[in-house]
């Protein structure tokens, strides 16, 4: 099949590798989409949104966070230049930038924190199973305290602090409870 001057079947091989992706279980489903200067050329979806059996098939329009490449791409590189420019300082408190961060011990969170991915706060939010507008996904992120995963290791529940390593907080929890230490 030929677009203008585009032979579609070159993208073939990249199809393909959205679907070795699905058949793996790396991801449930995806969206690929090629452009040239005239514009796009090509689109194809595989999979389905999750891997429940029962799950919608991904369509060609849908839509994906892209947040963490957008941290990667974008904010990491503001905060570079803002570091350099001595306008920011990673080590300040996020209450710094965002007075409305308060609660449980949000105050202790650090910009370096949020970017490391160690802040305590929670990993991931399905937004998407209680939210049906961007009012109600800021007033549960207001709502948010630093919920780290729980990890219960016999009968005792941990929640790693701010500013620790997830795996290494849990062992040492643990082990400070059961008398370890």
């Known amino acids: 099949m030929v677009q203008g001057e585009f032979d579609l079947w070159m993208l073939r091989p990249a199809e393909e590798v959205l679907e070795r992706h ?3 279980r790396t991801t449930p489903g995806a969206v690929g989409l090629a452009v040239r200067r005239e514009g796009v050329v090509g689109r194809w979806a595989v999979g389905q949104h999750t891997y429940e059996k ?3 098939p991904v369509r060609v329009d849908d839509l994906y966070d892209l947040a963490s490449l957008t941290k990667v791409v974008v904010t990491t590189t503001l905060c570079m230049i803002m570091e350099a420019a001595g306008d920011l300082d990673l080590d300040e408190s ?3 930038w965002l007075p409305e961060f308060r609660g449980g011990s949000k105050h ?3 910009v370096r924190q949020l970017l490391a991915h160690c802040s305590g706060l929670p990993a991931h939010i399905p937004f998407f199973e209680s939210c049906r507008s961007m009012v109600e996904v800021q007033r549960l992120l ?3 305290e630093n919920r780290s995963p729980t990890v219960k ?11 620790t390593n997830k795996l290494e907080a849990v062992l040492d929890l643990a082990a400070l409870k059961r008398g370890e230490t």
């Open 22 to 24: 699905v058949a793996d």
């Open 54 to 56: 029962e799950s919608t």
């Open 94 to 96: 996020v209450l710094k």
């Open 108 to 110: 202790k969170v650090t």
């Open 142 to 144: 207001h709502g948010i």
């Open 153 to 163: 290791i016999d009968t005792i529940e941990i929640r790693p602090q701010p500013g």
